[in-house]
Nanobody
Framework: QVQLVESGGGLVQPGGSLRLSCVAS????????MDWYRQAPGKQRELVAH???????KYADSVKGRFTISRDNAKNTVYLQMSSLKPEDTAVYHC????WGLGIPRDIYWGQGTQVTVSS
C-alpha cells in the first residue's frame, strides 16, 4: 500500500559527491519524520540523518558538515546530498519514513536500499 524507493547510489572516488533520493508512493495521507540509515558489511545499521516535518535536521557525527538531508513534501521525497565522500562511507543506504496512510495505520516504512561504494 505504501512503498519507498531509493535511487542515486553508485561507485564514486574519494572526495566525490552523490545525491540519493527516496520517493514514497501509495495511499499516503501524511509523512512525518524521514531518515537515512546505512549498513556496511559486518557492521550495525547506523542512523545517518533525520529530518522532521518542520525541516529540523540531525546528523551522525561522522557525516556532519559533509552530508545534507532535505525533503520535498509536494513530491513525497527525501534527499541525501553526500560530499567529500570517504571509503568508510561505503554501505547500503536505506531511507525510512513515518507515514500515515489512507485507511492504513501510521507506521514506519523502509526502502530496499541503494549501494554506495567509495573507492579509487
Amino acid at each position: 500500500q505504501v512503498q519507498l524507493v531509493e535511487s542515486g547510489g553508485g561507485l564514486v572516488q574519494p572526495g566525490g559527491s552523490l545525491r540519493l533520493s527516496c520517493v514514497a508512493s501509495g495511499r499516503i495521507f501524511s509523512i512525518y519524520g524521514m531518515d537515512w540509515y546505512r549498513q556496511a558489511p559486518g557492521k550495525q545499521r547506523e542512523l545517518v540523518a533525520h529530518i522532521r516535518t518542520d525541516n529540523i535536521t540531525k546528523y551522525a557525527d561522522s557525516v556532519k558538515g559533509r552530508f545534507t538531508i532535505s525533503r520535498d513534501n509536494a513530491k513525497n521525497t527525501v534527499y541525501l546530498q553526500m560530499s567529500s565522500l570517504k571509503p568508510e562511507d561505503t554501505a547500503v543506504y536505506h531511507c525510512n519514513a513515518d507515514i500515515w496512510g489512507l485507511g492504513i495505520p501510521r507506521d514506519i516504512y523502509w526502502g530496499q536500499g541503494t549501494q554506495v561504494t567509495v573507492s579509487s
